[in-house]
């Protein structure tokens, strides 16, 4: 089974918004939201039309995210494009967002 090298790269963050960042520079709309788990850059998934979160990745390479939607606890690793547990990922500040 294989797994993630990029653990060593979850930081405690605090998101950088609450709702896409750059969606809301825009005024675009966004589906669901993704959290970058070493700067904090909150981003739209990849259903959405901009997909911010994977924009993100690719500009700062930055490679693991966790969903930024109330009640769901996985994340992603871009790099090893892993599926991960991310229940006791460490969160500063408020959790809820903008809809």
């Known amino acids: 089974m294989k797994s993630c090298t990029h653990l060593d790269q979850i930081r405690e963050v605090t998101p ?3 709702g896409c960042e750059d969606c ?6 966004w589906v669901h939201l993704r959290l970058c788990m070493t700067c904090g850059h909150v981003g ?3 259903d959405s039309p901009n997909r911010h979160a994977t924009k993100h990745f690719r500009k700062v390479r930055h490679p ?3 969903s930024f939607e109330p009640g769901e606890d ?3 690793c871009f790099v090893d494009e892993l599926d991960l ?3 006791a990922w ?3 500040g408020p959790v809820a967002h903008s809809v």
């Open 90 to 92: 460490p969160v500063r």
């Open 85 to 87: 547990d991310a229940t």
């Open 16 to 18: 950088s918004a609450d």
């Open 24 to 29: 809301l520079r825009v005024g675009a709309e």
């Open 74 to 76: 996985w994340g992603w």
């Open 64 to 66: 693991i995210i966790k």
């Open 44 to 46: 739209c998934c990849d």
